[in-house]
């Protein structure tokens, strides 16, 4: 047996868990803080990785966020890190996006983009007929565990103690009955809550609930409840109350987890049983002349036969190379926060620099 997983599936997971982490708001008061956080992706299987530095700064509803993205691999070593820097100025409702090494930026009108995002909370037809819809896989077991470690380490200078989170969620699908096992292996190191760290987390919360507000959407505690619950049936296919039933445990076992996280990794598996098909057709062993073309005379059927076995040839070798991956994660993903400063943030940081060509889109 052997973990797989999919760009689509990770990025549907994704949206859950940020979906779930919106039931932790607050409102709160204004203050300016920055925060650096950095990035890095393995990609998919090894490819289309990438590192990601972001400078945050939030000033009331206005934020600015620098960003680096510097590609891994061989397209690493020849594309140039892209740099970029995202306004949000919700006291115009209106976000802006710099490409800073061609001096030109687009702007969004966000009560334009909260009406394409309408319906989003769950009201639509077209969401409750995905409630409606039936499902195609069952629950078969789903475990999240939280364990508390006794190891502890100073990163960025938080002093920080760990914790290992393993979820695992078993289906079948109906129609099959196949069988396979979704895995993430998480470890957060967190650190005690800082007077920096406090107003970070009430400054970000406090913007969201204005950028809400700026869109037009309104999103409850519960409708964001609704809303993951629907994202995860959606991405399971199984029954609505089978999915609630095991976010329940989510949330009863993070309740173990204290303080603010500095460094949190995260490796994602799928384990699928493995099929007993390899070189056979129809239960029998496959002739390895199979499909060579005669129709030629010899000088063809040796093409054909060429053709055949080259092609044989790569099958091994991706094979080979899917077999030394076997145990490893199919995307894995390390976020840590570099540093957090509380000071004024100047009106400079919010405005368009001079050279710069708005850019409008066709």
């Known amino acids: 047996m ?6 689509e599936d990770f990025d549907m997971r994704k949206i859950l868990f940020s979906l779930i982490g919106l039931l932790f708001l607050h409102t709160t008061g204004w203050a300016d803080v920055t925060v650096v956080r ?31 993205l510097k590609l891994k691999g061989l397209v690493g070593k020849v594309a140039k890190p892209a740099d970029t820097v995202t306004l949000m100025l919700l006291d115009k409702s209106i976000e802006q996006r710099l490409d800073m090494s061609k001096k030109t930026y687009q702007e969004s009108s966000l009560k334009k983009m909260g009406a394409s995002l309408e319906g989003a909370t769950g009201e639509t037809g077209a969401n409750k007929e995905e409630k409606k819809a039936a499902p195609t896989h069952r629950v078969v077991n789903s475990t999240f565990k939280v364990t ?13 103690r760990e914790y290992k989170i393993d979820t695992e969620i078993e289906l079948e699908e109906l129609a099959t009955k196949e069988r396979s096992k979704t895995r993430l292996l998480q470890t957060l190191w967190t650190t005690p809550e800082t007077p920096e760290l406090k107003q970070l987390r009430k400054e970000e919360q406090a913007l969201f609930q204005a950028y809400v507000k700026a869109l037009g959407v309104e999103v409850s505690p519960g409708k964001v409840d609704n809303m993951g619950t629907l994202m995860a049936v959606s991405l399971m296919g199984a029954d609505e109350k089978e999915v609630r039933k095991t976010l329940a445990k989510v949330s009863d076992e993070m309740k173990k987890v204290k303080g603010e996280t500095i460094l949190s990794q995260a490796d994602w598996y799928e384990e699928k049983e493995a099929s007993s098909t390899k070189g056979k057709k129809g239960g029998e062993e496959v002739d390895e002349g199979a499909g060579v073309d005669t129709s030629g005379g010899v000088k063809g059927a040796l093409g054909s036969f060429a053709s055949k076995m080259a092609a044989k040839q790569v099958k091994k070798k991706m094979e080979a190379s899917q077999k030394a991956k076997e145990g490893q994660p199919a995307f894995s993903v390390t976020s840590e926060i570099k540093s957090v400063s509380v000071k004024p943030v100047p009106d400079s940081s919010f405005e368009i620099p001079a050279g710069f060509k708005k850019v409008v889109d066709k």
């Open 148 to 160: 508390p470690t006794n190891q502890s380490k100073t990163i960025n200078g938080f002093p920080c």
């Open 2 to 7: 052997k973990y797989t997983n999919t760009e």
């Open 38 to 68: 950095w990035t890095t992706s393995s990609g998919f299987r090894g490819f289309g990785g990438s590192e990601v530095t972001e400078t945050k700064s939030i000033r009331g509803i206005r934020s600015r966020e620098e960003s680096r």
